[in-house]
């Protein structure tokens, strides 16, 4: 009995952490795909010359990566 009931809390311990990690690679997921759209949202205001101040302000990214982008914009141009 004692063995059962210790296999069942490894089991739920073992199953609680499969779930942990399974919610971990979805929330970088979502966090990725939230991440793609500020940039693709920061290079389309760049292209219309709004300031990069303004933008990362408004798209969550930080001045440095608005700034990197900008550069790597006019590098492509």
Same mark, same amino acid.
């Given at each position: 009995?004692?063995? =059962? $009931?210790? &296999?069942?809390? =490894? *089991? ?7 779930? #942990? ?7 970088? /997921?979502?966090?990725?795909?939230? &991440?793609? =759209?500020?940039? %693709?949202?920061?290079?389309? *205001?760049?292209?219309?010359? $709004?300031?990069?101040?303004?933008? /990362? %302000? ?5 001045? %440095?990566?608005?700034? %990197? #982008? /900008?550069?790597? $914009?006019?590098? &492509?141009?």
């Amino acid at each position: 009995m004692v063995n =059962k $009931i210790k &296999q069942n809390e =490894k *089991f739920r311990s073992d199953y609680a952490a499969m779930n #942990l990690h399974d919610r971990d690679i979805t929330r970088r /997921a979502k966090n990725e795909g939230r &991440q793609e =759209k500020a940039v %693709e949202a920061a290079v389309n *205001f760049l292209k219309k010359n $709004i300031p990069a101040e303004t933008i /990362a %302000e408004c798209v969550g990214l930080t001045l %440095e990566q608005v700034k %990197e #982008l /900008a550069e790597k $914009i006019t590098v &492509q141009a």
